[in-house]
Structures are given as structure tokens and as C-alpha cells.
């Protein structure tokens, strides 16, 4: 797997813990983005749930290898309108995922459509899978 943890175990925890919260209290505080991750052969495409955000308060940063995506949905309740139910959260959402050293972080791009962000990450090259060739010898064996 491509995407890394520093703590695998933390990592595991702070799943279930927001997987026992979103269960037990609802997902009222503004903050879930469901992702999925997909490897292809070339490249890692993470694709992020963000129903109603406006493409502009999206933003994607990369530093010191932890991808951050962030976007916002605003208060849409009139003068003359009163809210009277609240199930959509509103406010800031934030993800950050850990990456590993053979993704190109530099060639990192984006798109937003229909509610998706999808980003894609190439595999560097010498992470890629390669076939080794194998030289046949004169019965010798390979002297380490």
C-alpha cells in the first residue's frame, strides 16, 4: 500500500474512535470526508466526498509529505428564513493523509466534479513493478 502511517496503530485507533463517535453522536461537527483510495499501475487516485462545497474554498496542500485537503460549506439561511432542522454539517472539513516516500508529491494535480475531488498522485519510477532479467552463468553460483 502506497499510503503510509507514521503510527499504524494510532492510525487504527483514531479510525474507530471517529467511526464510535460518527456512530454515537451523529456526524454533526462539520469535520467527515469520506475518501477512497485506488492504485493504478502509473499513479494513486484518492477521491473525497464533498457534497455542496464550493470549488473555490478547496484547497490541497502537500508538506513534508501529508497531503491535506480542506473545504468549507457556508451558512445558506436567509434574513427572512429560519432554520428549524440542521442535518447537513456546515463549517469547515479537513483530511490529511500520510505519503509514502515512492509517490511524486511534486506532480500532484486535482479536479471537482459533481461532488468528488479527485487527486492523483504518479508512483515514482523506481517504485513502479519491473521484471528482472535473469543471466544464466556457467554453473557457478553468484558470489555475494
Known amino acids: 500500500m ?14 474507530q474512535f471517529n467511526r464510535l463517535t460518527r456512530q454515537t453522536f451523529g456526524d454533526t461537527n462539520g469535520t467527515a470526508m469520506a475518501m477512497d483510495g485506488l492504485r493504478r499501475d502509473d499513479d494513486v487516485v484518492l477521491r473525497f466526498d464533498l457534497p455542496g462545497i464550493d470549488p473555490d474554498s478547496i484547497e490541497v496542500t502537500v508538506d513534508r509529505g501529508v497531503l491535506s485537503v480542506s473545504a468549507r460549506r457556508e451558512e445558506e439561511v436567509a434574513d427572512n428564513e429560519r432554520l428549524f432542522v440542521r442535518e447537513r454539517p456546515m463549517g469547515t ?5 500520510y505519503l509514502s516516500e515512492h509517490l511524486d508529491s511534486d506532480k500532484i494535480d486535482a479536479g471537482y ?3 468528488v475531488l479527485a487527486v492523483r498522485i504518479p508512483v515514482l519510477e523506481r517504485a513502479k513493478p519491473r521484471k528482472v532479467e535473469i543471466t544464466r552463468t556457467d554453473g557457478k553460483a553468484i558470489k555475494a
Open 2 to 15: 502506497l499510503l503510509t502511517s507514521i503510527d499504524p496503530f494510532f492510525q487504527e485507533f483514531e479510525r
Open 113 to 115: 466534479h459533481n461532488g
Open 93 to 97: 472539513f479537513t483530511r490529511r493523509v
